[in-house]
């Protein structure tokens, strides 16, 4: 099959339609038509075979999760997903394989009205690279750089489930079946954090999601904020699977320096907490209150109100040592 042919044949018929694109794919552009009062923000990520994802994952997850990981910054904007485009470079046309990846592309899509307008197709070593757009009100966005000295720290879900998952694959650790099934669902098909990061745009400070672990990812909030933070290490909120097949401090090590949770780390002011709590209740998000935004520069942790040190580093590319 032909360049062509197999864009018209997986990519071109989709369920969603929305009647902001006005020229989708076909063209040398797409054409969307911009709304006054609105940002547009805007972001990419690639997924590499065996460096995003283990080789030999399955094409639904690895087209979930492409999507996925772009809604999940989106969502970390407190945007509202709008518009991807899909660069993909394959090593061969294999028509199950792209039925499947397809699947899990549109599923989510689909899912939150998101639609495929362009993108390209190249022949190479399988690499997979969106841009996702979303919608915010003028002037209404989230970022890494608003978290204030006495702020509060939460989190979305449970954290380190993913990072289990593929030490489990790695054979670092070994684990039950029914515990594998729970965690590898959270590695292969994360799930963004898309209406929670709406409903958190009238109430967080700062926000960020955890793609490369926690306490990277809060690093990159006190940074860019100017601030320190002290994370409470018996409140880290983490799954009944990870309970029942890890001690606390393995648990704990998981959760602060795994990758690929895509959970939202936020910061909220006291006068807001009321306020957010109601509205991410609202929203269906279970949220956890794990520590506290300070003025040291430095992150600290704390476990039965004691200081511990933190042994850290969470996933950088081209670092001398890997995590993941
Ligand atoms: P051009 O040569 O103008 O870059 P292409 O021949 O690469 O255009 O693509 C033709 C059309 O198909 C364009 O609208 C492009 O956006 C779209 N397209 C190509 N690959 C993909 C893909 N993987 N997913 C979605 N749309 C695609
Ligand atoms: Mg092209």
């Known amino acids: 099959m032909k360049e062509f042919e197999l864009i018209k ?42 460096v995003h994802f283990p080789l030999g994952t399955s094409p639904k997850a690895i087209g979930h999760k492409a999507v996925a990981v772009n809604l999940s910054d989106i969502a970390a904007m407190g945007a509202k997903p709008s518009w991807i485009s899909l660069a993909i470079t394959l090593p061969e046309v294999n028509d199950d394989w792209l039925s499947e990846f397809c699947s899990g592309v549109f599923e989510l899509c689909e899912y939150y009205n998101v639609q495929l307008i362009g993108g390209d197709t190249t022949q190479g070593p399988l690499s997979i690279t969106i841009t996702a757009q979303g919608l915010t ?34 054979e670092e650790i070994l684990i039950e079946n029914d515990i594998i099934e729970h965690v590898q669902d959270k590695l292969d098909f994360p799930k963004p954090r898309v209406l929670a990061g709406q409903a958190l745009r009238e109430y967080a400070s700062a926000a960020i999601d955890i793609s490369d672990g926690l306490l990277a990812d809060l690093g990159h909030i006190c940074q860019a904020s100017n601030v320190g933070a002290n994370v409470v290490l018996d409140a880290i909120p983490l799954s009944d699977a990870m309970k029942k097949s890890q001690d606390f401090e ?41 520590g506290q935004i300070n003025p040291s520069q430095t992150i600290s942790t704390t476990l039965n109100n004691k200081a511990v040190p933190i042994r850290s580093s969470g996933f950088q590319h081209f670092s001398a040592k890997r995590n993941t």
């Open 9 to 50: 044949q997986f990519f071109t018929e989709q369920a969603v339609k929305r009647k902001d694109v006005l020229l989708g794919i076909g063209d040398d552009c797409a054409v969307v038509s911009s709304t006054e009062n609105q940002n547009i923000v805007v972001t990419t990520d690639t997924l590499v075979a065996g």
């Open 137 to 170: 009100p003028e002037g209404k966005y989230l970022s890494r750089s608003g978290a204030k000295s006495g702020d509060w720290l939460y989190v979305t879900g449970d954290l380190g489930d993913a990072a289990l998952a593929l030490q489990h694959h790695k």
């Open 250 to 290: 393995d648990s704990v090590q998981l959760a602060l320096n795994g990758g690929d949770d895509y959970e939202l780390l936020f910061t909220v002011n006291e006068d807001n907490k009321v306020g957010m709590e109601t509205a991410l209740s609202h929203a269906g998000t279970v949220i956890t209150c794990i």
